[in-house]
């Protein structure tokens, strides 16, 4: 192994993290606005006892789960199930091609979570914190 290779290996973890805050704070901002009206949505609000309601709740609270690093890999396995379904549904009837479906964020987002069921969540978690102190 090189001495490049070493470097970039010792922060490993520290990148999982960032790359988990990241997309877990994108994550968020759809949930936000779905349920909150912030950013403004261009087509209103979304009814909570609906589908997108549903998808709007588990945006928000999932992506406040994984940007803080608490149970990152069965709420990330939940997301990534969640953005597969959302492909499934409101993406593949339209076109085969997701860069004229408009679900090419939802194939991203689907198996970055999945990444994290099986990396974990990386550095800076309240996880750790709260193993720590155990």
């Not at 999932?62 to 990534?80: D, E, K, N, Y």
């Not at 091609?97 to 309240?126: E, K, R, S």
Request: aromatic share 12%.
């Amino acid at each position: 192994m090189t001495a490049i290779t070493e470097r970039l290996n010792a922060w490993q973890p520290q990148m999982l993290g960032v790359l988990r805050i990241m997309a877990a704070l994108l994550f968020l901002a759809h949930g936000s606005q779905k349920l909150l009206g912030f950013p403004p949505a261009a087509n209103g609000g979304t009814e909570l006892l609906s589908l997108l309601g549903l998808a709007g709740v588990l945006e928000l609270v999932g992506g406040a789960l994984l940007a803080l690093g608490l149970f990152t890999r069965p709420v990330a396995f939940v997301l990534s199930g969640q953005m597969a379904v959302a492909y499934f549904m409101a993406h593949a009837p339209r076109s085969f091609f997701p860069t004229l479906n408009g679900g090419d964020a939802a194939i991203l987002y689907c198996f970055l979570f999945l990444y994290l069921v099986f990396a974990g969540p990386g550095a800076w978690t309240v996880q750790s914190l709260i193993a720590r102190k155990a």
